[in-house]
């Protein structure tokens, strides 16, 4: 410390600079700008919401996404192996697949398709193909890519036993295993909401016989349940009943957790000390409840919400794997993964496993958004 | 200092800094102080000016992110006749086997939390026993005897009955006298108490610091005692360190303390609690908050709340001046450079 | 104690009875009432020629009481499995549900049983040490395979196990027995050979769980080691990996063990999917096939059954809180 440093200060405080003021103001954010911040931090998280939202656009607009429509099939192409991308043609761009042959398995006997190197098929980027009727709305025929010529095959994740396009089939699937999980969930979050709801409003005898049933079901295991109900549906129903059956079949199995959350939310709330605080201050009520309440309940329902869906689209799966759930025409990944019961069937085109690639990425996807939602619901901690 | 062979714990310029990922934390920014044995000393000080933080370093036990990067810690151990050995605890590992026969053998610990410093799943027993084994070469049963008797000392009746029994079918206060019953099952030399009495009724913390008081005398101990409460501080201490951000701005003699503070945070601090006397006195609140441990003020990190801030006060660090031997005050109005410079720019 | 695990008793039967109640609710869902299948069913597979006398089926119509209220059906119905242990008859398989039930539920016995060992001795070692070395490579690498874990569906192993066996071994079957043992009678053999098989498909089936497990230790313990008793236990001079195991490894454990009422669930439920894909001798494929047909009883028994084994999964777990958990053990 010099005297120079002092009385340099003292000269800043004739000039009328107060630095002391702006170090200590206290910034206050919103508890959802604390959200937001603390969810940002989380990496993972961040990638799965991206990866999410990648596969909502993706249902949204399946019909442009896919190359063809999901019922279009050439019986020539059954079982055609997958096809490789190229983008790049004598050095210059123009995306392409190789064709196939047909060769005899030299030891089996078994005619199969494989690549052919020497036929090139190629594609074209924003390509006019199937045409097809936008969400019913409008007619288009407007795809993301597809071969210039509309008779040449492309399956870029190979061809099922009718010669129908696995990679157009899964993309229409999202439509479908995706909606099912939200539908789903907002059924038994409907639920769990007016159960856990009563559950923790009322309280008391209410409160513990509710809790007690919500225990027992719990402890059920619920795939033979869930098998049971869905074996009932009748197989004259309509696509669409059948669809919301099997999405009721999954709530009903699926609200406990939720009324578990949205009633210890409901005790906790009643109780916690940032409202007695609130109170103490003399802030008023309705802002006490949009500013507080709100923000920690929506935050925590919402996080619950997310990882709740993967256990819908994973139990959906199940079932119209085994034949229980979904049914053709209507196509869902569980509805695809059908074909892979016959061991011989997968054994040979082993592509037919890519639709549980998608489940995959999906439920993983849907867990990490859901975990950093979890962490950022309470931004304090 | 005076009777300097007294002195147990020499803390010098102690500094411990959290490293986290928002940035590093100066949550003890050099801190000196010294305990003798048989006497109190007293830390207070608002929440989060580091008082845990300083006393968990004693023992090594500073939570994760937080590392002691400067500054001594020496404990003084007698060593047989007129010898006294020097250990520097601030160059032991954390995990190492030096520091370990530390604790709980010279240095013991008591918490905040009688409900939660004990283990539900052990009986107090147990417990106890655990320390004594772990420090002596007695066997079980010696150890129990040796619990027993602990347990006696510690005021617990019936204590054949409780040293069975679970921790959470105890009082909060028969919990407490439990734990000091621990802490002290092996003699140590210094005892540290984090806000022991927080969480008790204030019968229970009277007796509560009434045995701690008892306990001294009989085995001639040191005692850190941490605590917010005044009426408490003016009770038990010998000497008192107030602290404010990571630094002991005034550190004195109990009676100096309250009878002739110099600090301004101490005197505000004196100022904040009722007096019985006043009759209707306003009570003074130390105005504005604790800032963010992110957002440490510069210069005297106090200025911003202090009534008798000068302008020099955001631009540099007050260092710790002593005004005599047993006062020490760490703020720039006592700083001769500054009140030269003071003079010379008034004339 | 004894008045906490008296409690979880009555519990566990007024359990049973609520799920005893939504089974037969189950075996009311069908179009048309049993008999009235059966008949069918006997009709269309005796050849043509034999006729059901009308006296007989009055006889099972008045033994299942399809003629009076439903309160009074579903008391024949349970008072029937309760007393002799009659399950119904299957018109699929053509034999006594009870037959098929005590042939099939010792086998998802053993099968769960291993499944749950594997999961805990898998979860509990890696679940501490992701805690302990929280942020650690290891933790990164064990928490990737965790979420791996949960949102792999089993039978999509399973599905990948039979693709690998039969593709590189020639060979789909990946039964529970060797071909010597297949049809043999029980021995300490075939208990044996049966033991060497269990580990694959019970890895499968406890994949999820083991992931979910995983986590809940991690949490658990991560909470614990925070707690003051930790603190307490340090600051005596206790040795880091001592103090580990005695104290938040301990306390960590209880909800760990809480946890076997959902790892069960979801044991029985795996079973039922992936023993159907693998073909195992389980309740799995049997059940899934009455369902398929609608053979109501057996679907209702087996539902039933297994149920039940959950349900005392469940109460063993509580015994065990009790015994690890003096809080719980003293009340
Ligand atoms: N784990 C941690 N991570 C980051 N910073 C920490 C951590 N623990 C303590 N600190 C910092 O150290 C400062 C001092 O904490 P400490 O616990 O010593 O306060 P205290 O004086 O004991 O308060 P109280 O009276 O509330 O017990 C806190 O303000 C905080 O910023
Ligand atoms: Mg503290």
């Not at chain 1, 697949?97 to 036929?119: A, H, L, M, N, Q």
Request: proline share 5%; hydrophobic share 45%.
């Amino acid at each position: 410390m010099t005297i120079n440093e002092i009385d340099r200060a003292l000269a800043d405080r004739a000039s009328g600079d107060p630095a002391s003021e702006s170090d200590v103001r206290v910034e206050v954010a919103t508890q959802w700008q604390l959200m937001w911040w603390k969810f940002r931090k989380h990496k993972l998280a961040m990638f799965g919401g991206a990866l999410v939202l990648f596969f909502y656009l993706l249902a949204i607009f399946v019909e442009f996404f896919a190359p063809v429509n999901y019922t279009t099939y050439n019986e020539q192409y059954v079982y055609a192996p997958p096809q490789m991308i190229h983008f790049f043609r004598e050095g210059k761009f123009g995306p392409y697949v190789y064709g196939y042959k047909f060769e005899r398995d030299p030891v089996s006997f078994k005619k199969t398709w494989v690549i052919d190197e020497s036929v090139i098929i190629p594609l074209r980027f924003l390509n006019r193909g199937d045409s097809y009727k936008f969400w019913g709305l409008f007619n288009a025929n407007l795809h993301l890519v597809g071969p210039v010529n509309a008779e040449d095959p492309f399956y870029l994740l190979g061809a099922d036993k009718s010669g129908r396009d696995v990679f157009s089939r899964i993309i229409y699937s999202a439509r479908i295993s995706l909606t099912v999980g939200l539908v789903g969930v907002f059924l038994s979050l409907t639920i769990g909401i007016l159960v856990g709801g009563i559950s923790g409003l009322v309280g008391g005898r209410v409160d513990n016989l509710i809790q007690r049933l919500i225990e027992i079901l719990i402890s059920i295991p619920n795939l033979p349940i869930m098998l049971a109900l869905a074996a009932m549906v009748p197989l004259t129903w309509s696509t669409l009943s059948v669809y919301f059956m099997i999405t009721i079949i999954l709530s009903l199995l699926g609200w406990m957790g939720m009324a578990r959350v949205v009633r210890s939310k409901f005790l906790a709330l009643r109780e916690e000390d940032f409202i007695m605080a609130a109170q103490l201050d003399g802030v008023p009520r309705v802002r006490m409840i949009t500013k507080h309440m709100l923000p920690s309940f929506l935050s925590h329902i919402i996080a619950s919400i997310t990882l709740s869906i993967p256990g819908m689209i994973l139990g959906e799966t199940a079932l119209s794997f085994l034949g229980l759930g979904l049914r053709p025409p209507v196509v869902s990944w569980g509805v695809m993964l059908q074909d892979t019961q016959k061991v011989a069937v997968l054994a040979n085109s082993p592509w037919l496993l890519f639709p549980a690639v998608a489940v995959i990425i999906v439920v993983l996807a849907l867990n990490f958004l859901g975990d950093g939602l979890r962490d950022a619901a309470d931004p304090y901690q | 200092m005076a009777d300097n062979d007294n002195i147990l714990i020499q803390v010098k310029d102690l500094k411990i800094h959290f490293f986290t990922n928002e940035g590093t934390v100066r949550a003890v920014d050099g801190v000196t102080f010294d305990i003798r044995s048989g006497k109190t000393l007293c830390v207070v000080g608002e929440s989060g000016c580091g008082k845990s933080v300083t006393a968990r370093a004693l023992l090594q036990i500073v939570h994760r992110p937080g590392k002691i990067v400067d500054g001594d810690i020496i404990m003084y151990r007698k060593k047989g006749q007129n010898q006294i050995e020097e250990i520097h605890i601030s160059d032991m590992e954390p995990k190492g086997r030096a520091i370990r026969a530390v604790r709980g053998k010279e240095i013991s610990m008591i918490f905040q939390e009688p409900m939660t410093s004990l283990s539900p799943m052990y009986t107090v027993g147990n417990q106890i026993m655990e320390t004594i084994m772990l420090h002596t070469s007695v066997d079980k049963k010696q150890a129990r005897e040796r619990a027993l008797e602990m347990l006696g000392f510690v005021g617990i009746p019936r204590p054949e009955r409780i040293v069975d029994e679970y921790p959470f079918r105890l009082s909060g206060g028969m919990r407490q006298r439990a734990m000091i019953a621990m802490a002290l099952s092996c003699n140590p030399s210094l005892l540290i108490a984090d806000e022991p009495t927080t969480a008790l009724d204030v019968t229970t913390q009277a007796q509560i610091i009434d045995l701690m008081q008892g306990l001294q005398k009989d085995y001639d101990m040191g005692i850190l005692f941490i605590t917010h409460d005044l009426g408490v501080v003016a009770e038990i201490a010998d000497n008192v360190a107030v602290m404010y951000l990571g630094n002991v701005v005034e550190y004195s003699d109990i009676h100096t303390i309250f009878n002739d503070p110099q600090h301004p945070y101490t005197q505000s601090l004196l100022r904040s609690i009722p007096k019985v006397t006043a009759t209707r006195e306003k009570l003074e609140v130390i105005e504005g908050m604790v800032p963010s441990p992110f957002r440490r003020p510069s210069g005297c990190p106090f200025h911003p709340r202090c009534t008798k801030a000068m302008p020099v006060c955001s631009k540099i660090e007050p260092k710790t001046i002593s005004l005599n031997e047993n006062h020490q005050v760490h703020c720039l109005l006592f700083d001769d450079d500054v009140k030269n410079s003071m003079r010379g720019m008034a004339s | 104690m004894w008045r906490y695990l008296f409690r979880r008793f009555l519990s566990m039967i007024f359990t049973v009875w609520v799920i005893s109640l939504l089974v037969f609710a189950i075996i009311q869902l069908p179009p048309g009432d049993y008999v009235t299948t059966l008949v069918n069913q006997l009709v269309a597979t005796s050849s043509g020629s034999t006729t059901i006398s009308s006296e007989y089926i009055e006889q099972i119509r008045e033994s299942y009481g399809f003629n009076q209220p439903i309160y009074v059906q579903y008391f024949k119905w349970i008072g029937k499995i309760l007393t002799k242990g009659e399950f119904g008859y299957s018109f699929v398989y053509k034999r006594d549900a009870v037959v098929m039930i005590t042939e099939r539920l010792p086998m998802t016995f053993a099968l769960s049983f291993s499944s749950f060992i594997l999961v805990w001795v898998i979860a509990l070692p890696i679940g501490i040490y992701s805690a302990v070395r929280q942020y650690s490579l290891g933790d990164y690498i064990f928490s990737f395979i965790g979420f791996i874990g949960v949102a792999v569906p089993n039978f999509l192993l399973a599905l990948i196990l039979l693709f690998v066996t039969y593709k590189y071994f020639d060979q789909a079957m990946i039964g529970l027995f060797s071909q010597e043992y297949a049809s043999a009678p029980w021995s300490m053999a075939k208990l044996i050979d049966m033991l060497k098989h269990l580990w694959i498909p019970a890895l499968i089936l406890g994949l999820g769980g083991t992931a979910g497990l995983i986590r809940t230790m991690r949490a658990n313990l991560l909470d614990e080691l925070n707690k003051p008793y930790v603190e307490t236990a340090r600051s005596k001079g206790l040795s880091e990996a001592r103090l580990l195991w005695k104290y938040p490894v301990r306390h960590a454990m209880n909800p760990f063990v809480s946890t076997i009422g959902w790892t069960l669930p979801g044991l029985i439920s795996g079973d039922l999917i992936v023993s159907t894909v693998l073909n195992l001798p389980t309740s799995g494929p049997v059940l899934y096939n009455a369902l398929r047909a609608q053979d109501m009883y057996v679907a209702a028994g087996f539902i039933l059954m297994l149920t039940i084994l959950t349900v005392i999964g469940t109460f063993v777990s509580d015994i065990l809180l009790a015994v690890l958990d003096p809080r719980i053990r003293l009340q």
